[in-house]
């Protein structure tokens, strides 16, 4: 597909094409990385940390910034925010997958469910009794919905995807293959030896514009409704157990899980391969870092890594630093050690 910068220009309001007269002539075969290998294509650069790759670039044209086109004599298109305008352009040249109204007839729906207008329903889908799916919504194949679940408008549900009993969801959710919602939580009380499973009951509740990775689960409530707030977005490989309770914008990264009946706030940002433990509470616009296990409530805003001590980046900085001199000691202690003996000096304990 070949498309031209005035092309790309028209996407995006109050851009611009500088370095060229001609936009509407100057045309590419794709868009790529500023290593890419690729001809003909257009790149990208948001910031000076990436300027000296961008001058050495085979790229035909750049979209970038005000304040770093001036560094470029090819063509360049200047817009408003460089990854808003790059996410108009992907979209442009690559579409996502528009729901086309057809219902596959090895699709398994309950005479009492409810299908909305515009829905595409693929193949061995099975949808229970008394669920219902939006408008404009994608079930890929293998999708999975037990009954009394409700799903809203402009859904994008990958393959394989299960929904247990009463699982309530908002518009524009996006799932990626083979994640589960309303399982079980794990809840057992052992009595002389023996696990004992205690009923989970809750639910599961999903706001509005929320995406979520392949192979992830979102356990349902025990007594109480486990409860994912609006515009949240995780990762692949997620774990969220029950009765958990994710406030609005929060960013959860692979690998990571938040054990039960934990509160977390709005705009929290959890890093990669992060265990949170259970009970606790994350107050609005903390960020764990990657690996940390966290075992106690912060008791602020701020950026946590460790294990379990609920430090903050810049205390954690510190202990690493002082574990290191005392390692540096330790090395230096046990030389002093050998020296004493070798001078048959005999030091007091």
């Known amino acids: 597909m070949l498309f031209t910068l005035a092309e790309l220009q028209k996407l995006i309001p109050d851009s611009e094409v500088r370095n060229s007269e001609k936009p509407d002539e100057i045309k590419f075969q794709s868009i790529g990385s500023l290593d890419s290998s690729n001809t003909d294509f257009i790149s990208f650069i948001a910031n ?32 408003p925010n460089v990854d808003l305008g790059l996410i108009a352009i992907l979209n442009y040249l690559f579409p996502p997958n528009k729901p086309d109204g057809i219902i596959s007839k090895t699709a398994i729906i309950h005479p009492t469910a409810k299908i909305g207008e515009g829905s595409t329903i693929g193949d061995y889908v099975t949808i229970g009794a008394n669920s219902s799916v939006g408008k404009n919504s994608i079930l890929e ?3 999975k919905i037990a009954t009394n679940v409700k799903i809203g408008d402009n859904a994008r549900i990958g393959m394989n995807c299960v929904f247990h009993k009463d699982t309530q969801i908002g518009n524009n959710f996006i799932v990626f293959g083979n994640s589960t919602f309303g ?19 809750g639910r599961v509740i999903i706001g509005d514009d929320v995406e979520i990775g392949s ?4 356990d349902r409530g025990g007594l109480e409704d486990t409860v994912i707030g609006n515009g949240c977005k995780f990762d692949n490989m997620v774990h969220i157990g029950h009765n958990v309770k994710i406030g609005n914008n929060v960013i959860i990264a692979g690998q990571s899980g938040v054990a039960g009946s934990t509160t977390i706030g709005n ?18 616009g903390t960020v764990v870092a990657g690996g940390t296990g966290l075992r106690t409530s912060p008791k602020e805003k701020n950026v946590y890594i460790g294990w379990d001590w609920g430090m903050t980046f810049a205390e954690f900085q510190k202990a690493r630093v002082n574990i290191k001199h005392l390692i540096g000691f330790n090395k230096w202690a046990s030389r002093i050690k050998t020296l004493e003996k070798k001078l048959g000096i005999v030091a007091e304990e």
């Open 48 to 79: 000076k940390t990436n300027l000296k790759d961008a001058k050495k670039s085979k790229a035909l044209g750049l979209i970038t910034n005000s304040e770093l086109a001036s560094e470029f004599t090819i063509p360049v298109l200047v817009v």
């Open 141 to 143: 194949d293998g999708v």
């Open 183 to 201: 399982g079980d939580g794990f809840r057992f009380s052992t009595i002389k030896g023996i696990h004992h499973k205690i009923p989970q009951v």
């Open 215 to 218: 192979n992830c689960a979102v």
């Open 267 to 284: 705009d929290v940002l959890i890093a990669g391969a992060c265990a949170i433990s259970d009970h606790l509470e994350l107050m609005d």
